[in-house]
Protein backbone atom coordinates (compact mmCIF):
# COMPACT_ATOMS: atom_id res chain seq x y z
CA UNK A 1 0.00 0.00 0.00
CA UNK A 2 1.14 3.36 -0.46
CA UNK A 3 -0.21 6.53 0.49
CA UNK A 4 0.13 9.76 -1.77
CA UNK A 5 -0.19 13.30 -0.04
CA UNK A 6 -0.05 16.06 -2.41
CA UNK A 7 1.02 19.71 -1.30
CA UNK A 8 -1.82 22.50 -1.36
CA UNK A 9 -2.21 24.52 -4.33
CA UNK A 10 -3.05 27.56 -4.98
CA UNK A 11 -4.38 30.81 -6.77
CA UNK A 12 -2.12 32.28 -9.24
CA UNK A 13 -2.65 34.93 -12.08
CA UNK A 14 -1.81 34.08 -15.76
CA UNK A 15 1.56 33.58 -16.92
CA UNK A 16 2.83 33.19 -13.09
CA UNK A 17 4.47 29.69 -11.73
CA UNK A 18 3.68 27.34 -9.14
CA UNK A 19 5.30 24.27 -7.93
CA UNK A 20 3.54 20.92 -6.48
CA UNK A 21 5.03 18.49 -4.53
CA UNK A 22 3.92 14.92 -3.56
CA UNK A 23 5.05 12.77 -0.31
CA UNK A 24 4.84 9.17 -0.77
CA UNK A 25 4.79 6.59 2.00
CA UNK A 26 4.43 3.26 2.33
CA UNK A 27 6.03 -0.55 1.12
CA UNK A 28 8.38 0.02 -1.91
CA UNK A 29 7.07 3.64 -2.30
CA UNK A 30 9.93 4.44 -4.10
CA UNK A 31 9.91 1.63 -6.47
CA UNK A 32 7.00 3.26 -8.06
CA UNK A 33 6.64 5.55 -11.10
CA UNK A 34 5.26 8.60 -10.21
CA UNK A 35 3.18 11.20 -12.15
CA UNK A 36 0.17 13.86 -11.87
CA UNK A 37 -3.27 13.71 -13.63
CA UNK A 38 -5.64 16.88 -13.43
CA UNK A 39 -9.48 17.30 -14.09
CA UNK A 40 -10.92 20.25 -15.19
CA UNK A 41 -14.62 20.70 -14.11
CA UNK A 42 -17.12 19.43 -16.04
CA UNK A 43 -14.46 17.23 -18.04
CA UNK A 44 -12.51 14.12 -17.37
CA UNK A 45 -9.74 13.52 -15.56
CA UNK A 46 -6.42 13.90 -18.00
CA UNK A 47 -2.54 12.95 -17.58
CA UNK A 48 -0.14 15.49 -17.19
CA UNK A 49 3.18 13.69 -16.51
CA UNK A 50 4.81 10.68 -15.15
CA UNK A 51 8.09 9.97 -14.20
CA UNK A 52 9.96 6.45 -13.83
CA UNK A 53 11.09 4.76 -10.33
CA UNK A 54 14.74 6.45 -10.76
CA UNK A 55 13.94 9.15 -12.57
CA UNK A 56 15.40 8.11 -15.91
CA UNK A 57 11.83 8.49 -18.08
CA UNK A 58 9.63 11.27 -17.92
CA UNK A 59 6.51 11.94 -19.74
CA UNK A 60 4.53 15.01 -20.43
CA UNK A 61 1.49 15.77 -21.88
CA UNK A 62 1.83 17.96 -25.15
CA UNK A 63 -0.44 20.66 -23.16
CA UNK A 64 1.93 20.84 -20.41
CA UNK A 65 5.40 20.43 -22.52
CA UNK A 66 7.61 23.06 -22.13
CA UNK A 67 6.19 24.79 -19.35
CA UNK A 68 6.07 22.06 -16.71
CA UNK A 69 9.09 19.96 -15.70
CA UNK A 70 8.90 16.75 -13.13
CA UNK A 71 11.29 15.08 -10.76
CA UNK A 72 11.76 13.34 -8.04
CA UNK A 73 13.71 12.66 -4.82
CA UNK A 74 14.09 8.96 -3.70
CA UNK A 75 15.74 10.27 -0.57
CA UNK A 76 12.88 12.28 0.17
CA UNK A 77 10.36 9.90 -1.26
CA UNK A 78 8.88 12.94 -3.14
CA UNK A 79 7.95 14.26 -6.49
CA UNK A 80 7.74 17.69 -7.74
CA UNK A 81 6.20 19.53 -10.20
CA UNK A 82 6.98 22.39 -11.06
CA UNK A 83 4.76 24.56 -13.29
CA UNK A 84 5.38 27.75 -15.06
CA UNK A 85 3.58 30.04 -17.66
CA UNK A 86 0.28 29.17 -16.44
CA UNK A 87 -2.75 29.54 -17.96
CA UNK A 88 -6.38 29.78 -17.30
CA UNK A 89 -6.75 26.41 -18.95
CA UNK A 90 -4.64 24.46 -16.07
CA UNK A 91 -7.10 25.45 -13.56
CA UNK A 92 -8.47 22.12 -12.45
CA UNK A 93 -7.60 19.66 -9.17
CA UNK A 94 -4.31 18.31 -10.00
CA UNK A 95 -3.79 14.40 -8.47
CA UNK A 96 -0.44 12.58 -7.80
CA UNK A 97 -0.78 8.86 -8.99
CA UNK A 98 1.77 5.90 -8.62
CA UNK A 99 2.10 3.15 -10.77
CA UNK A 100 4.23 0.25 -12.16
CA UNK A 101 5.77 2.00 -14.74
CA UNK A 102 5.69 5.80 -16.07
CA UNK A 103 4.31 4.03 -19.50
CA UNK A 104 1.55 2.32 -17.70
CA UNK A 105 1.13 5.92 -15.60
CA UNK A 106 0.96 7.99 -19.26
CA UNK A 107 -1.68 5.03 -20.28
CA UNK A 108 -4.05 5.72 -17.15
CA UNK A 109 -2.75 3.19 -15.06
CA UNK A 110 -2.51 4.65 -11.90
CA UNK A 111 -2.65 2.05 -9.08
CA UNK A 112 -2.48 4.73 -5.95
CA UNK A 113 -3.94 8.40 -5.73
CA UNK A 114 -3.84 11.47 -3.64
CA UNK A 115 -6.53 13.27 -2.33
CA UNK A 116 -6.00 16.09 -4.37
CA UNK A 117 -5.37 19.72 -4.53
CA UNK A 118 -7.10 22.79 -6.55
CA UNK A 119 -4.92 24.46 -8.82
CA UNK A 120 -6.07 28.07 -9.93
CA UNK A 121 -5.27 30.29 -12.55
CA UNK A 122 -6.94 33.70 -12.91
CA UNK A 123 -6.89 35.40 -16.56
Known amino acids: QVQLVESRGGLVQAGGSLRLSCAAS????????MGWFRQALGKEREFVQA????????YYADSVKGRFTGSRDNAKNTVYLPMNSLKAEDTAVYYC????????????????WGQGTQVTVSS
Open 51 to 58: ISWNGDIT
Open 97 to 112: AAGRTSSSLRAGGAEY
Open 26 to 33: GRSSSTYA
